[in-house]
């Protein structure tokens, strides 16, 4: 079974980029555009790797990062 990635990133056209790559790498991707989406599928799913962009409307990366932390997540993170 493949890796999943969650992509989250507010411009579209790096969301397509990021996700186009990681999938062909191998990799099974999901997308959010903002802070509250990205939650969400994170509480309802079991990802591998969380790409996430900074600046996001909703809650920012930062804070999106401080959530997850303080719920004891070990998702990988790589802020872009």
Known sequence: MAERVLVVDDEEAIRTLVEYN???????????????????????????????????PGVDGLELCKRLRQTNSKIPIIML
């Open 22 to 56: 990681l999938r062909m790498a191998g990799y099974e991707v999901e997308t959010a555009e903002e802070g509250f989406m990205a939650l969400e599928l994170i509480a309802k799913g079991d990802y591998d790797l969380l790409v996430l962009d900074l600046m996001l």
